[in-house]
């Protein structure tokens, strides 16, 4: 599950406003690479939205299926904002609706089952 905690306003291409809604998965525990310890942290991502402003914020608190998995992507700088030190991120978070079911990609296709 995955909660809806804020939205958001931008603009396309074209210049035209829409809102995204943010979107938390649930608690994860990562390893500090320095010190060792582990911390709670949870994976946020953004999906677009047809809302208006007033939907949005009625919508904070929501609970969807689905979760907020790691991807791989071409590598891209961020810069930290508590520090303001600018690294290079090779993943970004997408909002998954099915994370447990296959996709049109992963289905694999078996002839023997045709003839059953």
Known sequence: MVT???FKKAQNKEGKEFFLL????G?????????????????KSSITSTFNEVV??????TKLPGEVEKIDAEPYDY????TGETVVLYHKYRFNPTPNALSMEETVFQPEMMNA
Do not use: E, N, R
């Open 4 to 6: 809806i905690v804020d």
């Open 22 to 25: 943010i979107l938390m998965g």
């Open 27 to 43: 608690i994860t525990f990562v390893k500090s690479t320095i010190t060792g310890s582990y911390y709670a942290t949870a994976l």
């Open 56 to 61: 949005c914020k009625s919508l904070i608190g």
């Open 79 to 82: 810069v930290i904002p508590s």
